[in-house]
């Protein structure tokens, strides 16, 4: 009847030991109380004495490998040829020793260097993609949109800058059903001009609006007033509508230029303007070709520290001077916001 | 009602309890004749003796230590260390014996001692001189820390402290000694671990202790002058035991808050109390919780540089402002 010789714990926290050397080769006649292995613990090396009459065999964890205090590492069996089997191991031991078992090299599984270890396999999705599909939004912001069924990626869509807060829900439940195909696909722009200005005087402008009124104006109505001027110079008194897009809201204004700046009403609904102001300095776009749309489309986006304004508009809209002459004076109101008091 | 400084506060909850308790004494430094360097105890060794009123010799780990013992067997002590510095002097005694004695007796000892000393930086005092260590004393199971913003609350919360079976730390702030707030005559003690809502507000919650408190005050003042914003203030009066619950029912209201207190930032009771909030109020946050709490340098003797390592109320309002207005600090 084979005996265990077992990883015994040599210290009070001890979870493993070493075994440093075997001081009897396999087969080899032991005696109760010879010195049968030298084991490290944190604190010394310590010879393990058998507890039994026989013969070594069955050594399972080699020299200079560790292993678990209440380990069986090897029998003391009646004969040198040992058991024959190795004792069935615990349950709770068998899928250790199913992996520490030694594998011939052929069969072997690369082993993986640690690098490999490390990155988790996601060579397909990787982080830096993960994290640009992810919405940012705040936690309330992403449970009240949940609770009320508002879909998020909506505002994305709409070009609304993020992170999303609570606020920015209300722009959400105000954006039309289809925002995509609310705007007709007419002809095409055959006429598409450009402007840089800079961007610091508009902002200098609203600043100081902020400061002498003590109210906040909205910087796009107050845009919308300055292309209105832009429109009007010198033509008629009739009324003119612009349609302001920012954060993907649309605004209809009625003669914004007539009503101070920032002070501009809101239209009724449903009537048709006579001029399209896209305010898109809070998004990522830079330059942009949209095509013409039912009425000539100016388009403010940043880039850098200017301003580029863009005209857009199908030939049948504005003669080629009309169009020069109504981007340059929105592009020298927004330079000189001054000139729109004049 | 009458005002009194917060020394006089603090002398009066002492010179009551010691008459209605003769179990309590006082020891220290500097304590008898001299009344403390604040002049927080004039007078009590006039009426209480040297008996009661004991000056120590500058030997804080053996008062301390005497303390405590007194406390195991039957005193009610309070222990006046001169500056919250010299605390690193009585650990030992303090947070190894002190704190766990009551634990560790399985209940049948007690040590009910008050340690009272004081925090804050800008009295030009240097860095030995000058620290708030309350947060590394709220790290220790056993021990209670309250944090007086005023008179009010400096009388009221030492007359608990005193009356606590336990060790309780009280951590005035030395600049606030000549401040005077309303005090009533007559006898009030404030409980621990209830929070104090100084000020009701609906964008933003301003969790402050201590002299932060009369910081955190002055900023929601001037946003809501200047900037339409509402915050609300609260002072947790004591970290051990904390009132969890006022600050997160105010949280899940406003969806906002900054932590400010004068302790170091890093590993403090601004990142306990905002870890606390993000646990227990995620889905309620519009914003990251801010905390405001003193630079990590040892503090400068310099003025013009001493005065750069603590929050301030334009610091308080510039939070305040990028928060509410949902400008992202940290992303990307």
Known sequence: MPREVIMPALGMA???????????????????GDALMEVETDKAVMEVEAQA????TDVRVAAGDAAPVGDVVALISDSPAGSGAAPAPRPADAARAQSDAPVPAAQAEPRPTPAERRAPKLAAEPEADAIGRRILASPKARRLAAEQGLDLSRLVAAGAPQPFHVSDLETLRALPAALAVSAPQTAQASRHLTARVRGDAFQGFCEWMRAETGASPDATSVMA???????????SDEPLIVAAEAFGQRRLYADPDRLGLGRAKTAEPGQAPALILRDLRGTGVAALRMGAEAAPALSVTRDGPDMLVTLECAPGQLQPEAAVDLISEFAGQLAEPLRHLL | MREITLSKAVNEAIAE???????????????????TPFKVLSGLVTEFGTERIIDAPISEPGFMGIAVGAAMTGSRPIVDLMFGDFLFLVM????????????????????PLVL????????????????????LLAHIPGLKIALPSSAYEAKGLMKTAIRDDNPVVIFEDKLMYNDKAPVPEEEYLIPFGV?????????ITLIATSSMVQVAQKAAEILAAESGISAEVIDPRTIVPLDEETILTSVRKTGRAIVIDEGHQSFGVTAEIASRINEKAFYHLDAPVQRIGAMDVPVPFSPVLEDLTVPTPQIVVERARRCVKGELFYAA
């Open chain 1, 53 to 56: 009459d026989g013969f070594l």
């Open chain 1, 14 to 32: 001890q979870t493993t030991g070493l075994i440093v050397a075997w001081l009897k080769k396999p087969g080899e006649a032991v005696k109760k």
């Open chain 1, 225 to 235: 007033g300055m292309a209105a001027a832009a429109l009007r110079r010198g033509a």
């Open chain 2, 17 to 35: 309890e010691m008459r209605r308790d003769p179990t309590i004494f006082v020891i220290g430094e500097d304590i008898a004749e001299a009344g």
């Open chain 2, 195 to 203: 929070a104090n809502i100084l000020r009701k507000g609906s964008d």
């Open chain 2, 116 to 135: 009272r000393t004081n925090l804050g930086a800008t009295r030009r005092s240097a860095a030995q001189h000058s620290q708030s260590l309350h947060g």
């Open chain 2, 92 to 111: 030992d005694q303090l947070c190894n014996q002190a704190a766990k004695t009551h634990y560790m007796s399985g209940g049948k000892l007690k040590a």
